[in-house]
Nanobody, 121 residues
């Protein structure tokens, strides 16, 4: 069971990035997926999550209206579209799989290795 994130990089404030989360060893379609991030010197923070089945989505207050999480079941991938990025969004972003779509990292049992997102002018 393995999750792999991709799509991170360097972007200027106000720019956009799309992160991808793909799975090997299991069908991501049957899992809730959460996105989390960790900035230097800070704890891990929940960003967003999407449930399995009905694909309900949830967002942390500080990303609402800027980030969108969605699935492509055909490609077995979950995406995090990030718009209007700000310097405070700089962090390593992780995706995680679990049974429930909750903004709580303890509810997830499969994690990716992370992808760096840097927002800087």
């Amino acid at each position: 069971v393995q999750l792999v994130e991709s799509g991170g990089g360097l972007v200027q404030p106000g720019g956009s990035l799309r992160l991808s989360c793909a799975a090997s060893g299991f069908r991501l379609t049957y899992y809730a997926v959460g996105w989390f991030r960790q900035a230097p010197g800070k704890g891990r923070e929940a960003v967003s999550c999407i449930s399995m089945g009905d694909n309900m989505t949830f967002y942390a207050d500080n990303v609402k209206g800027r980030f969108t999480v969605f699935r492509d079941n055909e490609r077995k991938t979950v995406y995090l579209q990030m718009n209007n990025l700000q310097t405070e969004d700089t962090a390593v972003y992780y995706c995680a799989g679990g049974p429930w779509a909750l903004l709580l990292d303890s509810e997830y049992n499969s994690w990716g290795q992370g992808t760096q997102v840097t927002v800087s002018s």
